[in-house]
């Protein structure tokens, strides 16, 4: 009865007869490639609501296990990270007020 079950079947696991053993590699490698950006991403979240003192944040962050997007919203909405800055928002006290050229009057004509 049992070997009847399994006649048909060149494997042990029929289910997984049509599915060869390169798509469970690629996606094991794409599963692990996903886990470790969260992992950084998570790491970067927490330092950023660790240095700025926000700790409602740093205990959601730490908690809530929502593959990145937790974290995505925090770092691009409520840090400002990743948002491009144009010439005109890039003003800081650093930066050197541009001169006037000195005129061109000539005393001998």
Do not use: C, H
């Not at 991403?41 to 926000?54: C, M, S």
């Amino acid at each position: 009865m049992i070997n009847s079950l399994f006649a048909n079947s060149y494997s042990a696991f029929p289910m997984f007869s049509g599915i060869g053993l390169g798509v469970f590699t690629i996606g094991f490698i794409l599963f692990f490639i996903l886990m470790a950006a969260v992992i950084a991403l998570k790491g970067y979240a927490l330092w950023n609501a660790a240095k700025r003192n926000e700790t409602p944040w740093f205990i959601a962050i730490l908690l809530l296990n929502t593959m990145g997007i937790l974290e995505l919203i925090y770092l691009y909405f409520f840090v400002g990270k990743w948002k491009k800055v144009t010439p005109d928002q890039s003003t800081s006290s650093s930066t050197v007020p541009p001169t006037t050229p000195p005129s061109s009057t000539s005393s001998a004509q």
